[in-house]
């Protein structure tokens, strides 16, 4: 059974920060990239960063103007989001996705985490 769990999210204030981690089991980790999503109340599923098999081929969204950091670590299976400077605007639910390529485009990803909850109080 492919699993992806997201940890790491919670309250934080303005300014603050946060790492993200995805623990992917069930594939080999190092066949998928993966993405990065969020969904604020009431919006559509954004991307925000997504990382190739080896960790090279890295996006981010245009709005995030180098806040965030993305990061994998193939012998753990897990991929990192580190968040920082967060504002108000950057609260959601934070999933990630595992899929072939290092894409911001969800449609493109075979298997998706629960989420985690991120919110930024101001």
């Known amino acids: 059974e492919v699993q992806l769990v997201e940890s790491g999210g919670g309250l934080v204030q303005v300014g603050g920060s946060l790492r993200l981690s995805c623990a992917v089991s069930g594939v080999t980790f190092d066949d998928y990239a993966i993405g990065w999503f969020r969904q604020a109340p009431g919006k559509e599923r954004e991307g925000v960063s997504c990382?190739?098999?080896?960790?090279?081929?890295?996006g981010y969204a245009y709005f995030l103007k180098g806040r965030f950091t993305i990061s994998r670590d193939n012998a753990k299976n897990t991929v990192y989001l580190q968040m920082n400077n967060l504002k108000p605007e950057d609260t959601g639910v934070y999933y990630c996705a595992a899929g072939p390529d290092s894409r911001l485009i969800a449609r493109e990803y075979d298997y998706w985490g629960q989420g985690t909850q991120v919110t930024v109080s101001s």
């Open positions: 990382i190739g098999r080896t960790g090279e081929d890295i």
